[in-house]
């Protein structure tokens, strides 16, 4: 076991009890419960399970390095997504985005991705596949998307800023395009020292994103003609675009 | 408007009316409620539609409360007490750690009786079409009456949505989008026999509701009269499995009816076989096919500013009265934002 990994285990042994007041209205209450190293192709980290109060679902943090009372720890939220992040579907952007935050990490002292077991957006996969069915029957209506899912927000940040300060982090810079993000965790009482954008490298999947523009919902046309959704709650940036989505015209 | 009357449609008109809102509800029925029903049956109450309510949101608790508060219901705490059988129950959440179940004395209807009695109630109207009317949506009634709103909400089963959301021309795309999401859910039948039997055999059932477990036919057995005070019969209700009234669905109750009967006497005893007497309720839209919900009501905007609305069971995670309720409240929150 890595020196980081047995740092990680004294915190699992401290939460064995650990019952808070919980983040949020619904007072939602994380523990560390296990911990082990993590080898991957993108470095060397360790994983981290945690239990929560709410529901069954099992988060888990991916740790690089010491982050104990560390400041500026480069953070990625993750939100599951098991058709880009597990089959390599072309219909999101989810694998793309979690291998260049844990490549990104790999190569820093330290850092976290949280990989929220949330499956992408809404009730979950099954809602996905529905949505997936309206887009190639091309319907790809706002109502339709509002009534298969919502991004239970308020849910996703109290577990995030709990796991954040269960890990024992002093701060944290977070990668995102997304600044709301930044806000929604301090909301929960963590010292965010910054944002760091979250670029993609380009690959032959992600050109388009350089070639079009978004459509009328905010969402990029793919070659295959399919809308990309957000499902990271954070907008696309591959390597050659402006910081902001241009605005439709 | 608000079409149908059941616990979605009726929250969504109460908390469209008290934030001051001109609201109508409409429905076919005679009675509000939908499938929180109640029949009196030689003088008793009888629930043919759900059992009993459960929840734990506290917004649709505090409603719960506010039966028993304003003196509309007596409420049974914890009923159903004794559940017996390993078959799965309707709802899989209704027996969850921290919910919380209820059901009144007068019937389960005391709840939607409840929700509606400061409401403009129109029954045993039913809307045949829907239409626009220039800025306005128009519907159109059974009676060859039409009315015409710049709102209407449809509280009905996915399925009658749908049929209504047919007659509507085709080309608004959120419209089209929200009818091709539809066609992808559906809700499951129920096939329901209530009978009576003697007040003696009421002590020797010993439970109060029994899912069986193994049996094509019956889903549920309820012992309806332990709900009742010093109740005249014993009455049971036995709910059908979704395949077996669909099987049976357009067929006489004369065929069904005494097969389901039979199935329970395999079950409770021979004597459920012989009631001393029976009805039979067919509840075609029963409910919500676990994993058919969706996440929220939809509004659809039409180009001259009409708006088209849908809530009910299957427009809230998990399904139940307490999602029909939800997704009502939630809905008139939306519009009445989107009023202001």
Request: proline share 6%.
């Amino acid at each position: 076991m890595t020196s980081v990994t047995a740092g990680l285990q004294h915190l699992v042994e401290r939460d064995r009890d650990h019952e808070c007041e919980g983040y949020g209205p619904n007072h939602l209450c994380v523990r560390l419960v296990g911990a082990a190293d993590l080898p991957t192709r993108f470095g060397e980290f360790s994983i981290v399970a945690f239990w929560n109060n709410r529901d069954a679902k099992e988060h888990v943090a991916i740790v690089r390095g010491d982050v104990r009372d560390r400041e500026q720890v480069p953070c990625r939220v993750h939100s599951e997504c098991l058709t880009g992040d597990a089959l390599g579907s072309l219909r999101c952007d989810c694998r793309d985005q979690l291998e260049a935050a844990l490549r990104r990490i790999g190569e820093l002292p330290q850092g976290i991705v949280l990989y929220m077991r949330q499956e992408g957006r809404g009730i979950g996969l099954i809602n996905k596949v529905r949505a997936y069915a309206l887009q190639d029957r091309g319907l790809d209506t706002v109502e339709a998307n509002l009534a298969l899912g919502f991004r239970d927000d308020e849910r996703d940040y109290a577990i995030a800023a709990h796991m954040i300060h269960s890990l024992g982090v002093k701060s944290i810079r977070l990668m995102t395009n997304n600044p709301q993000k930044v806000e929604q965790l301090q909301q929960y009482g963590i010292e965010v020292d910054g944002r760091d954008p979250h670029i993609l490298p380009p690959n032959p999947h992600n050109l388009f994103y350089l070639q079009t523009k978004a459509n009328r919902s905010g969402h990029f046309i793919d070659f295959a003609g399919k809308p990309h959704l957000a499902e990271q709650g954070d907008w696309v940036r591959v390597e050659g675009m402006p910081e902001r989505i241009p605005e439709e015209e | 408007m608000v079409v149908g009357a059941g616990v979605s449609g009726l929250e969504c008109a109460r908390a469209l009316a008290r934030a001051g809102h001109d609201v109508l509800v409409i429905d076919k029925a005679r009675g509000v409620g939908g499938r929180c029903a109640t029949r009196r049956i030689e003088g008793q109450p009888v629930d043919h539609g759900l059992a009993f309510l459960h929840g734990s949101d506290p917004g649709f608790l505090a409603a719960l409360d506010a039966v028993a508060a304003d003196g509309a219901g007596t409420p049974l705490e914890g009923w159903p007490a004794a559940v017996q059988g390993s078959g799965s129950p309707c709802q899989p959440d209704a027996f969850a750690p921290g919910e919380r179940r209820v059901a009144f004395a007068e019937g389960v209807s005391a709840f939607p009786k409840h929700l509606a009695r400061e409401l403009r109630v129109r029954l045993q109207t039913r809307v045949t079409a829907l239409g626009l009317a220039g800025l306005r949506l128009a519907l159109e009634l059974d009676d060859g009456g039409r009315i015409d709103a710049e709102t209407v909400v449809l509280a009905l089963p996915l399925e009658q949505a749908r049929e209504l959301l047919a007659t509507l021309p085709a080309g608004i795309a959120d419209l089209d989008g929200v009818r091709a999401l539809l066609s992808m859910l559906g809700t499951l039948p129920c096939l329901t026999v209530m009978a009576g039997y003697p007040p003696e055999i009421g002590a020797a059932v010993p439970f109060d509701l029994c899912y069986p477990a193994g049996s094509r036919a019956l889903q549920l057995v309820a012992h309806d009269s332990a709900k009742r005070a010093a109740p005249a019969q014993c009455v049971m209700v036995y709910q059908a499995r979704p395949a077996w009234s669909r099987e049976r669905l357009e067929a006489e109750p004369s065929q069904w009816a005494p097969e389901l009967l039979e199935a329970a006497a395999g079950l409770c005893g021979t004597w459920t076989a012989q009631p001393l007497w029976h009805q039979t309720h067919r509840w075609r839209f029963a409910r919500v096919d676990r994993g058919s919900e969706l996440a929220g009501p939809v509004v659809v905007q039409f180009p001259g500013g009409a708006r088209l609305a849908l809530a009910g069971e299957s427009f809230a995670p998990g399904g139940g009265v307490e999602a029909a309720f939800l997704s009502g409240r939630r809905l008139a929150a939306r519009l009445h934002e989107e009023f202001a």
